[in-house]
């Protein structure tokens, strides 16, 4: 069993930037990739950026070149800096990881971007 705590959310103004945590502890060493992805109001979840353990990461194309995903593999902790922020960026960001091929999720973290 995973838990996954992420920390980091809240409220910053358009063109700022945050950066989002997530650790997760229970899984020791089987951890694979880790990841976050976000939910709009009203919109359906939706794929931010992952990271596999050995470093290679991907990105949604309406973050690549603002957010940049890394994570420390001593700690279980995966992080999401974003920059740039725009008011589309407006949601709950949950963190999800992989043991030995079953997903663990994160209870989220709002994000809120005003203008």
């Known amino acids: 069993q995973v838990q996954l705590v992420e920390s980091g959310g809240g409220l910053v103004q358009a063109g700022g930037s945050l950066t989002l945590s997530c650790a997760a502890s229970?899984?020791?060493?089987?951890?694979?990739?880790m990841g976050w992805y976000r939910q709009a109001p009203g919109k359906a979840r939706e794929l931010v950026a992952t990271i596999r353990w050995g470093g290679s990461a991907n990105y949604a194309d309406s973050v690549k070149g603002r957010f940049t995903i890394s994570r420390d593999n001593a700690k279980n902790t995966v992080y999401l800096q974003m920059n740039s922020l725009s008011i589309e960026d407006t949601a709950v960001y949950y963190c999800?990881?992989?043991?030995?091929?079953?997903?663990?999720w994160g209870k989220g973290t709002l994000v809120t971007v005003s203008s």
């Open positions: 999800k990881c992989d043991l030995r091929g079953t997903p663990y």
């Open positions: 229970g899984g020791g060493f089987g951890i694979g990739a």
